[in-house]
């Protein structure tokens, strides 16, 4: 795929000091704040259903043996373990907020450049460019 020629910024230093302007940083915040408000949906739900099971697993275990009472915890766990990633998804997505605020998000760390709105919106806690992470990935 060819990638237009980056925008060159003479002697600008990659440092988050650069600024974006104004409207993408708001659309970036929108974008993040539109994906913490789906997580924490997403969280709640989980915790509502977590609830939900186990009670039916309370009250549906007579006559379990411990290979029922096995499968029953590893569920459990399993729930229990995809609550905790949604919630971690949650605070990264705040810190990025965060460091939003203080002018520290949205810039690749090795090559400076912002990184575009689309990707930090898709993955909140990016921090390389496309084309920085490709070549990550290439090696
Ligand atoms: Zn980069």
């Not at 020629?5 to 993040?32: N, Q």
């Not at 043996?65 to 499968?71: C, E, H």
């Not at 905790?84 to 998804?89: A, D, T």
Request: with cysteine.
């Amino acid at each position: 795929m060819a990638k237009p020629a980056e925008t060159r910024t003479a002697g600008r230093k990659p440092v988050a000091k650069a600024t974006r302007s104004a409207a993408e940083t708001e659309k970036i915040r929108a974008a993040l704040a539109a994906r913490r408000d789906e997580l924490r949906a997403e969280y709640d739900q989980t915790l509502s259903e977590i609830t939900e099971l186990q009670r039916e697993r309370l009250t549906d275990s007579a006559g379990d043996d411990q290979a029922d009472t096995g499968t029953k915890t590893f569920e459990r766990e399993q729930e229990i373990s995809l609550a905790n990633s949604i919630l971690e998804r949650i605070t990264q997505v705040e810190r990025a907020l965060e460091r939003l605020d203080e002018g520290g998000y949205g810039w690749c760390e090795r090559c400076g450049n912002p990184i575009p709105v689309e990707r930090l919106a898709a993955f909140p806690s990016a921090t390389l460019c496309v084309t920085c992470k490709q070549l990550e990935e290439r090696r």
